[in-house]
């Protein structure tokens, strides 16, 4: 099974600043067609996951661009710049590589 | 507009099956993967199980495997989850989901409660 590893597991942040919120593979994440299965949710208190990124940099429909995801093959990175309330919640990183499907562990967002 | 509405959940006595539904709307089901993901309370986001368009093939992790039986009906656009042999540890909240790179939707999810 492919192992996700994220950090850190908390972050707190001023509003206008910007958090960054690392995830680490077991194994890459690249398939034989050039596509890396690494998406970003962001799961809003007593809310459905809500998907962010996905193929590692692609920001979802309706995403603010105050998001953004960058990395390769086993690192990647998720970037809030701007940091509003409005963020606050639990990100996860998940691999779609291959069953099992897997999420890292979630790292929480709170407001300073 | 996509939608995906479970339902079926509940409290159940452990070692009891229970089904859950997932209603599907908004887009062509029977054209799309679906996958079951679960999240026991304040606990992190866990894969249960996934079918593939025509439901000739099904994934699960060793977690569940042999208890749980995902399909299908695509004619009714609905998905199931059965399970079956229901442990403390399955207690958690489920959803639903189409997550297909930037198709991705999930359903508001439905609680299993499993307990004495």
């Known amino acids: 099974d492919i192992m996700m590893t994220q950090s850190p597991l908390s972050v707190a942040v001023t509003p206008g600043e910007s958090a960054s919120i690392s995830c680490r593979s077991s194994k890459s994440l690249l398939h034989s067609n050039g596509i890396t299965y690494l998406s970003w949710y962001l799961q809003r208190p007593e809310k459905s996951p809500q998907l962010l990124i996905y193929q590692i940099s692609n920001l979802a429909s309706g995403v603010s661009d105050r998001f953004s995801g960058s990395g390769s093959g086993t690192d990647f990175t998720l970037k809030i710049s701007k940091v509003e309330t409005e963020d606050v919640g639990i990100y996860y990183c998940?691999?779609?590589?291959?069953?099992?499907?897997?999420f890292g562990s979630g790292t929480k967002l709170e407001i300073k | 507009e996509v939608q995906l509405v479970e339902s079926g959940g509940g409290l159940v006595q452990p070692g009891s099956p229970l089904k859950l539904s997932c209603a599907a709307s908004g887009f062509t089901f029977s054209s799309n993967w679906l996958n079951w993901i679960r999240q026991a309370p304040g606990k992190g986001l866990e894969w249960v199980a996934s079918?593939?368009?025509?439901?000739?093939?099904?994934y699960y992790p060793d977690t569940v495997k042999g208890r749980f039986v995902v399909s299908k009906d695509n004619a009714k656009n609905t998905g199931y989850l059965q399970m079956n042999n229901l442990r403390s540890e399955d207690t958690a909240m489920y959803y639903c989901?189409?997550?297909?790179?930037?198709?991705?939707?999930w359903g508001q999810g439905v609680m299993v409660t499993v307990s004495s």
């Open positions: 079918i593939n368009p025509d439901g000739s093939s099904t």
């Open positions: 989901a189409r997550t297909e790179g930037a198709e991705d939707y």
């Open positions: 998940v691999q779609f590589l291959e069953v099992p499907l897997t």
